[in-house]
């Protein structure tokens, strides 16, 4: 009885993107700087395989609970593309969180995006905005803290005219080491719109600098099945929490 609600709802989610996919609709959930037009002409030489990329993803969030229930996190994230060359966009995001019960958690989020589909020196970006629902459950095995966000997102590109759909499943495994300010994690993350389109592995770890400042650094590896582009990403953020 403890998991059926986020089971049930989970299920919901995912019977509707199966009956609604739109195939041909770029995942905007994703990434859209790996669309094969573009690896295309960042890669004209290249056929068959996969492209490897070497990028950083680098973001600021800060965090403010409200009583025992609420919490609103915000966020500024840069990204780069094109083995760090080119900026791949830039993402601000809010997103109120609701604490259930003590292991179950519901956030609604809404992005701005500010994306470049090809080079970005000297081209204006294109803004796309989403929307997004998260059911997080939490749970301890022993000392091992483990996460489970099943997350749906709709996104609309304005310059294209064009929206789109995607569930993404994540899971994360964490283990913080006693007498240390270290928490080493490892996760998984799968995209679903009528198909898999994406999937990501992270593994890095926390380092809680103080009272309210928290530094993650880790390394994520985000392989495209569409676009046949494997991203290699350094990934870093400083979370402040009040």
């Given at each position: 009885?403890?998991?059926?609600?986020?089971?049930?709802l989970a299920t919901f989610i995912c019977?509707?993107?199966?009956?609604?996919?739109?195939?041909?609709?770029?995942?905007?959930?994703?990434?859209?700087?790996?669309?094969?037009?573009?690896?295309?002409?960042?890669?004209?030489?290249?056929?068959?395989?996969?492209?490897?990329?070497?990028?950083?993803?680098?973001?600021?969030?800060?965090?403010?609970?409200?009583?025992?229930?609420?919490?609103?996190?915000?966020?500024?994230?840069?990204?780069?593309?094109?083995?760090?060359?080119?900026?791949?966009?830039?993402?601000?995001?809010?997103?109120?969180?609701?604490?259930?019960?003590?292991?179950?958690?519901?956030?609604?989020?809404?992005?701005?995006?500010?994306?470049?589909?090809?080079?970005?020196?000297?081209?204006?970006?294109?803004?796309?905005?989403?929307?997004?629902?998260?059911?997080?459950?939490?749970?301890?095995?022993?000392?091992?803290?483990?996460?489970?966000?099943?997350?749906?997102?709709?996104?609309?590109?304005?310059?294209?005219?064009?929206?789109?759909?995607?569930?993404?499943?994540?899971?994360?495994?964490?283990?913080?080491?006693?007498?240390?300010?270290?928490?080493?994690?490892?996760?998984?993350?799968?995209?679903?719109?009528?198909?898999?389109?994406?999937?990501?592995?992270?593994?890095?770890?926390?380092?809680?600098?103080?009272?309210?400042?928290?530094?993650?650094l880790a390394y994520l590896c985000q392989?495209?099945?569409?676009?046949?582009?494997?991203?290699?990403?350094?990934?870093?953020?400083?979370?402040?929490?009040?």
């Amino acid at each position: 009885m403890k998991k059926s609600l986020t089971i049930i709802l989970a299920t919901f989610i995912c019977c509707a993107a199966h009956a609604q996919s739109i195939p041909d609709a770029p995942i905007l959930g994703g990434d859209p700087s790996d669309n094969p037009i573009d690896l295309e002409h960042r890669y004209p030489e290249m056929e068959g395989g996969y492209f490897h990329e070497f990028n950083i993803w680098a973001s600021v969030n800060v965090k403010k609970n409200f009583g025992e229930k609420w919490e609103l996190m915000g966020r500024v994230e840069t990204r780069s593309k094109n083995n760090c060359h080119d900026a791949s966009r830039i993402i601000i995001r809010v997103m109120p969180t609701y604490s259930v019960c003590d292991w179950f958690k519901v956030g609604v989020g809404a992005d701005y995006i500010a994306n470049w589909s090809g080079p970005s020196a000297g081209h204006a970006a294109t803004p796309i905005c989403r929307a997004m629902l998260d059911l997080t459950e939490n749970f301890a095995l022993g000392g091992v803290q483990v996460s489970v966000r099943e997350r749906y997102m709709y996104a609309y590109d304005f310059e294209a005219k064009s929206h789109s759909h995607v569930v993404r499943a994540k899971a994360t495994v964490s283990y913080p080491i006693a007498g240390t300010r270290l928490t080493p994690y490892a996760a998984g993350e799968i995209f679903y719109w009528g198909s898999f389109p994406q999937a990501r592995a992270f593994a890095g770890t926390k380092v809680k600098l103080g009272d309210h400042l928290t530094f993650d650094l880790a390394y994520l590896c985000q392989v495209q099945m569409k676009s046949s582009l494997c991203n290699h990403v350094a990934k870093a953020a400083f979370t402040f929490s009040f």
